[in-house]
């Protein structure tokens, strides 16, 4: 990337601090638009961890030896089941 030098009189340095200004407010929009997209997800990513998760937790269990705890350990997960 390459720069180009702007001679340091007073117009100079305002026109940096306005160039500096421009590259904020794209990375402020960016960050917006990021923003909305990840509390788009919202909650589905707990359900899709639950979902991968709760079909072989019993086997998970056993694997290490361990009982079957006598009430569920996970709820039922909203994602539907293929």
Do not use: C
Request: no cysteine; glycine share 8%.
């Amino acid at each position: 990337m390459s720069t180009q030098q702007v001679p340091l009189t007073y117009e100079g340095v305002l026109e940096m601090f306005r160039k500096t200004d421009r590259k904020f407010e794209a990375v402020a929009r960016q960050m917006k638009r990021t923003d909305k997209r990840i509390s788009d997800l919202g909650g589905r990513i707990g359900d899709i961890v639950v979902s991968m998760a709760k079909g072989n937790i019993a086997a998970k269990f056993r694997a290490f030896g361990l009982q079957r705890p006598r009430r569920p350990l996970l709820r039922k997960s909203k994602i539907p089941q293929q």
